[in-house]
C-alpha cells in the first residue's frame, strides 16, 4: 500500500473517528496539511516496508515488569517478546521512548529486569514514569535511574530531525477525586519551552496519562491537561502519545493527534465495558493480539505522520 | 458509712469506660474493582478500619494530613486506629477517582 493509492479529499472527519480501533493488525496514519487521515488497517509485515521516512521512533509502554496474576503471568516474557521484534525490524528505529509503568511496583529488581530486557534492543530509550514506577517511599528508583538531565519529577524536551520531543510527568501529586496532574511548575516549563519556536515545527509530546479525557469515571485523562494543549495551540503537527490505558485509541482534535499505545504485560478493557479497569484476562491464544509495540513514521516537509501499532501476534 | 465509698467505687467504673471503650471494633473495608467497599462507614472513636486490597492492581489508602498506607499490592493490608472524633475523607493516590470516607463518631 502506498500513500499514492489514496485520493486527497477522501477522508472525513467522521471517518477519521470512526478508525479509533482496538485491534487490527495495525492502523497506519498520515498527517496531510495538518488533517490526520487514517490509511486503514494495514498488514504489519507491509507497513514494514514502507520507504524509509525522514524519521522512525518506536513507542513502548507499560512493561509492569514483575506483574505475575493471571491475566498474564509472565509480564518479563511477553516485554522480551516486544524486545525481540523490535530487534528484528527490517528498518532500524531511531530511538524508543517508553511511556511510563516500566515496572509493576517500583522494585530495585523490576528496573533491573526491564533495562537488562529493553537494553537488548540497542536503542537509546527516553522515558516517562507511570504511577507504577514512583511507588517507594521517596520516589528515588525512578529518579536515580532514568531522571538524569531532567527538570521536577521527570519532565524534559529534546529535538530529533527537526522533530521536537516533549516528555511530561502527570503523575504525581494526584489529588482525591481528580485525574492525571501535570501541576504549574511543569505547566510553566512548558510554556517557556514552546516559546520562540517555530510553528512549523512538529511537536511530539509523550505521558503515561493521557492527556486528553478519555474516561474521567475510570480517571484516564488529565485534570490540567487542557492546560498543556493551550502551550501547543498553533503548531501545525502535535502529536500526542500516551500509554496508561492498555488499548489503541486514538483522536484527532484540530491539528492534534493523540494516540495510545498498547501495554507489553496485559490487555485493560475499554471504557465501560467492565466493573473496573483492572487487568483484562483474556483467552491465552487472544493475549497476545492485545499486547504489542508502536511505530511512528515522519515525513518531514510533507507534514506526514503514520502511526503503525504491532502486536505481538495477530 | 458505705454510701460515699459506693459512690467513688460507681465514679471510678464510669471513668473507666470513658477512657477504653469496652467494645473497641475493627471494621473491615475492601477493594475491589478499583472501588472502596463499603464506600462510607460510621465507626466510634477507638475502632480501628482496616483495608484490604483484592484487586491484581496495588492500591494505597491516603487521608490527606491524617494517614497515609504503604502501597497495598494483592491481598495486601492497612489498619488505623481512629482516636478522635470527625470526617475522614481519603483515596488512592495512584488511582484519585477512588475515594472514600470514614466518619467517627
Ligand atoms: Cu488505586
Same mark, same amino acid.
Given at each position: 500500500?502506498?500513500?499514492?493509492?489514496?485520493?486527497?479529499?477522501?477522508?472525513?472527519?467522521?471517518k477519521?473517528l470512526e478508525?479509533?480501533?482496538?485491534?487490527?493488525?495495525?492502523?497506519l496514519?498520515?498527517l496531510?496539511?495538518?488533517?490526520?487521515?487514517?490509511?486503514?488497517?494495514?498488514?504489519?509485515?507491509?507497513?514494514?516496508?514502507?520507504?524509509? #521516512?525522514?524519521?522512525?521512533?518506536?513507542?513502548?509502554s507499560?512493561?509492569?515488569?514483575?506483574?505475575?496474576?493471571?491475566?498474564?503471568?509472565?509480564?518479563?516474557?511477553?516485554l522480551?517478546?516486544?524486545?525481540?521484534r523490535?530487534?528484528a525490524?527490517?528498518?532500524?528505529?531511531?530511538?524508543?521512548?517508553?511511556?511510563?509503568?516500566? !515496572?509493576?511496583?517500583?522494585?530495585?529488581?523490576?528496573?533491573?529486569?526491564a533495562?537488562?530486557?529493553i537494553?537488548?534492543?540497542?536503542?537509546?530509550?527516553?522515558y516517562?514514569?507511570?504511577?507504577?514506577?514512583?511507588?517507594?517511599?521517596?520516589?528515588?528508583?525512578?529518579k536515580?535511574?532514568?531522571?538524569?538531565?531532567?527538570?521536577?519529577?521527570?519532565?524534559?524536551?529534546?529535538?530529533a530531525?527537526?522533530?521536537?520531543?516533549?516528555?511530561?510527568?502527570?503523575?504525581?501529586?494526584?489529588?482525591?477525586?481528580?485525574?492525571?496532574?501535570?501541576g504549574?511548575?511543569?505547566?510553566?516549563?512548558?510554556?517557556?519551552?514552546?516559546?520562540?519556536r517555530?510553528?512549523?515545527?512538529?511537536?511530539?509530546?509523550?505521558?503515561?496519562?493521557?492527556?486528553?479525557?478519555?474516561?474521567?469515571?475510570?480517571?484516564w485523562g488529565?485534570?490540567?491537561?487542557?492546560?498543556?494543549?493551550? !502551550?501547543?495551540?498553533?503548531?501545525g503537527?502535535v502529536?500526542?502519545?500516551?500509554?496508561?490505558?492498555?488499548?489503541?485509541?486514538?483522536?484527532?482534535e484540530?491539528?492534534?493527534t493523540?494516540?495510545?499505545?498498547r501495554?507489553?504485560?496485559?490487555?485493560?478493557?475499554?471504557?465501560?465495558?467492565?466493573?473496573? #479497569?483492572?487487568?483484562?484476562?483474556v483467552?491465552?491464544?487472544?493475549?497476545?493480539s492485545?499486547?504489542?509495540?508502536?511505530?511512528?513514521?515522519?515525513?518531514?516537509?510533507?507534514?506526514?505522520?503514520?502511526?503503525?501499532?504491532t502486536?505481538?501476534a495477530? | 458509712?458505705?454510701?460515699?465509698?459506693?459512690?467513688?467505687?460507681g465514679?471510678?467504673?464510669?471513668?473507666?469506660?470513658?477512657?477504653?471503650p469496652?467494645?473497641?471494633?475493627t471494621? &473491615?473495608v475492601?477493594?475491589d474493582?478499583?472501588?472502596?467497599?463499603?464506600t462510607?462507614?460510621?465507626?466510634?472513636?477507638?475502632?480501628?478500619?482496616?483495608?484490604?486490597? $483484592?484487586d491484581?492492581?496495588? $492500591?494505597?489508602?491516603?487521608?490527606?494530613? &491524617?494517614?497515609?498506607? &504503604?502501597?497495598?499490592?494483592?491481598?495486601d493490608?492497612?489498619?488505623?486506629?481512629?482516636?478522635?472524633?470527625?470526617?475522614?475523607?481519603?483515596?488512592?493516590s495512584? $488511582?484519585? $477517582?477512588?475515594?472514600?470516607?470514614?466518619k467517627?463518631?
Amino acid at each position: 500500500m502506498s500513500l499514492g493509492d489514496h485520493d486527497e479529499n477522501g477522508v472525513s472527519r467522521r471517518k477519521v473517528l470512526e478508525c479509533m480501533t482496538w485491534a487490527g493488525t495495525g492502523v497506519l496514519w498520515t498527517l496531510s496539511g495538518g488533517v490526520p487521515r487514517s490509511l486503514g488497517l494495514v498488514d504489519a509485515a507491509r507497513a514494514a516496508e514502507q520507504p524509509a #521516512p525522514g524519521l522512525t521512533f518506536l513507542q513502548i509502554s507499560d512493561s509492569h515488569v514483575g506483574f505475575d496474576k493471571p491475566a498474564n503471568p509472565n509480564a518479563t516474557g511477553t516485554l522480551e517478546e516486544a524486545v525481540n521484534r523490535i530487534k528484528a525490524m527490517p528498518v532500524k528505529p531511531a530511538f524508543m521512548i517508553h511511556t511510563g509503568d516500566i !515496572s509493576h511496583l517500583s522494585k530495585a529488581a523490576e528496573f533491573d529486569d526491564a533495562d537488562r530486557i529493553i537494553s537488548q534492543s540497542r536503542l537509546d530509550v527516553h522515558y516517562v514514569p507511570g504511577e507504577h514506577d514512583f511507588l517507594d517511599e521517596d520516589v528515588k528508583l525512578y529518579k536515580e535511574r532514568y531522571g538524569k538531565g531532567t527538570r521536577g519529577s521527570g519532565w524534559y524536551s529534546f529535538d530529533a530531525n527537526g522533530v521536537h520531543f516533549v516528555g511530561l510527568v502527570n503523575v504525581v501529586d494526584l489529588k482525591a477525586g481528580g485525574l492525571g496532574n501535570l501541576g504549574a511548575e511543569q505547566l510553566a516549563w512548558l510554556e517557556q519551552d514552546l516559546k520562540g519556536r517555530s510553528k512549523s515545527t512538529p511537536i511530539v509530546v509523550f505521558a503515561h496519562i493521557p492527556l486528553w479525557t478519555v474516561y474521567p469515571q475510570w480517571g484516564w485523562g488529565t485534570e490540567d491537561g487542557g492546560r498543556a494543549l493551550d !502551550s501547543l495551540k498553533g503548531f501545525g503537527s502535535v502529536t500526542v502519545l500516551n500509554g496508561h490505558i492498555h488499548q489503541v485509541m486514538q483522536k484527532v482534535e484540530g491539528n492534534v493527534t493523540f494516540h495510545t499505545a498498547r501495554s507489553t504485560a496485559f490487555p485493560q478493557p475499554a471504557p465501560g465495558t467492565a466493573p473496573s #479497569p483492572g487487568p483484562m484476562k483474556v483467552e491465552d491464544a487472544r493475549l497476545r493480539s492485545l499486547l504489542g509495540i508502536a511505530s511512528i513514521d515522519f515525513k518531514v516537509g510533507d507534514e506526514r505522520l503514520a502511526i503503525i501499532d504491532t502486536p505481538l501476534a495477530g | 458509712m458505705i454510701q460515699p465509698v459506693l459512690r467513688g467505687a460507681g465514679l471510678a467504673a464510669v471513668l473507666l469506660v470513658c477512657a477504653t471503650p469496652l467494645r473497641a471494633e475493627t471494621i &473491615k473495608v475492601t477493594i475491589d474493582n478499583f472501588t472502596f467497599t463499603p464506600t462510607e462507614v460510621t465507626v466510634k472513636v477507638g475502632d480501628t478500619v482496616t483495608w484490604t486490597n $483484592h484487586d491484581d492492581i496495588p $492500591h494505597t489508602v491516603v487521608s490527606a494530613g &491524617k494517614y497515609r498506607s &504503604k502501597t497495598l499490592d494483592t491481598d495486601d493490608s492497612f489498619s488505623f486506629t481512629f482516636a478522635a472524633a470527625g470526617d475522614y475523607k481519603y483515596f488512592c493516590s495512584l $488511582h484519585p $477517582h477512588m475515594t472514600g470516607l470514614v466518619k467517627v463518631e
